[in-house]
Every structure is written in C-alpha cells, then in structure tokens.
C-alpha cells in the first residue's frame, strides 16, 4: 500500500506568519508531488508541483522536495485568512495518485 | 492551469433513480480520468480511474455496477449512479490529466453535490 501522510492539524498561525504543511510518502519510485488547496464544500485546487529536488517558489508558496527523506512540504508566506483551508499533498508514481488525508490551516487575523 | 467542468453542480433525486454526471476537460484532452468521492469533513476517496476508450479500472470496495463510468472521448467521462439510495448522498468530483500542460497534473472539476431522498 502507497501511502501519503500529512499531520491532520489543525494548524493555526497568525496573519503575517509563515504556515509550514508537512507531507511524507512512502514509495521512492515517486515522480511528481503536487499540493492541492481545498476550501470547505468546493473541490481542490491545484496550487504547486514540483518534480525535482529542492525548493519551487511560486509568488507567496514554495514547495520543497527532498526525495532521499521521502518529503516534501509548502511553504505559506505571509498567510493570509484567505489561505484558510484544507491543504492537500499528492503523490504521482506512474499513471497513480496518492492523496494525504489533508491539514487543516487556519489563519488568524 | 487546464479546465475541467463538471454538471449538474447539485442534484436531488429520489431513492431507486438513476443520476448521471458529466465530467470534461474544456481545454485539452484528458487521457485519464478520475472519479472521487468526499463526505463532510472528510479526505477524498478514489473510486475509479478511467483511460479513454477502455473500461474503468475501480478501487477495492466500489461496485462497478452501481456506479458506472464510462469515458468514451478524450474530453467526456460519466458517472451514473444507479439506483441510488440515501447512502449515496455525497460530494463526487472528478479529475482530469492528460498531454501538454496538464502531462502530469491532475485538474479537479467544481464537483456534484447529490442529494437522495
């Protein structure tokens, strides 16, 4: 069984503040990670991948991979409470997905 | 990022009905596809991966015959629930990847709340 985990949470920070959101897998045949933002009653969104090693910084998110430990995070910097929600890390191997369980952040003003 | 539509957004039926769900890909051609499931508060469950032109491969303890997927172009899939009971009640969202932009990603629809009575 291929599993993602991700600490439920919830996790919550101070408007301004850096979020962290953590996410190990356990196949190191995995290709490709992706993070999901899923608002409460809507369906994820899409907001980081990465494939490589290292860090991906895409305006206020970085995604940081580091296969040798099997994990990869995001980072949320200065958080918003729009950036409430439930976070999702995927796990691509092949033509597979493995989805985490999700934390929940939230931000407060 | 690539688009993906969903419809109807919500539906009611009544118990023993039939409900199909549509499931497109607006902007490319969807290979695969996949068809979830979410209760309240709780994290998305895979029921079954369809590849264009071939039957849907369904995850241990979903009933091929009560939900069934059909995926027969490259920008359409279908869930039908068939005779569908209280139980059924759920979030279903689907999700779509294909070739170019969106080789590796996999892109949610807005998903379908389905009511049964």
């Known amino acids: 069984q291929k599993e993602v985990e991700q600490n439920s949470g919830p996790l919550s920070v101070p408007e301004g503040a850096i979020a962290s959101l953590n996410c190990t897998y356990s196949?190191?045949?995995?290709?490709?990670f992706f993070w999901y933002r899923q608002y409460s009653g809507k369906s994820p969104e899409l907001i980081m991948f990465?494939?490589?090693?290292g860090d991906k910084e895409d305006g206020r998110f970085t995604a940081q991979l580091n296969k040798a430990s099997q994990y990869v995070s995001l980072l949320i910097r200065d958080s918003q409470p729009s950036d409430s929600a439930t976070y999702l890390c995927?796990?691509?191997?092949?033509?597979?997905?493995?989805f985490g369980t999700g934390t929940s952040l939230t931000v407060i003003p | 990022g690539a688009v993906v539509s969903q419809h109807p957004s919500w539906v009611i039926c009544k118990s023993g009905t039939s409900v199909k769900i549509e499931c497109r890909s607006l902007?490319?051609?969807?290979?695969?596809m996949f068809w979830y499931r979410q209760f309240p508060k709780k994290s998305l469950m895979l029921m079954a991966t369809?590849?264009?032109?071939?039957?849907?491969?369904?995850e241990q303890g979903v009933e091929k015959d009560k939900f069934l997927i059909n995926h027969a172009s490259l920008t359409l899939s279908t869930l039908t629930v068939t005779s569908a009971h209280p139980e059924d009640s759920s979030f279903y969202i689907c999700?779509?990847?294909?070739?170019?932009?969106?080789?590796?990603?996999?892109?949610f629809g807005p998903g379908t709340r389905l009511t049964v009575t």
């Open positions: 999700s779509a990847r294909g070739g170019g932009r969106a080789l590796y990603e996999q892109y």
């Open positions: 196949d190191r045949g995995s290709q490709s």
């Open positions: 990465i494939y490589s090693n």
């Open positions: 995927a796990v691509g191997s092949g033509n597979q997905f493995y």
């Open positions: 902007d490319f051609q969807a290979t695969t």
């Open positions: 369809s590849n264009e032109g071939s039957k849907a491969t369904y």
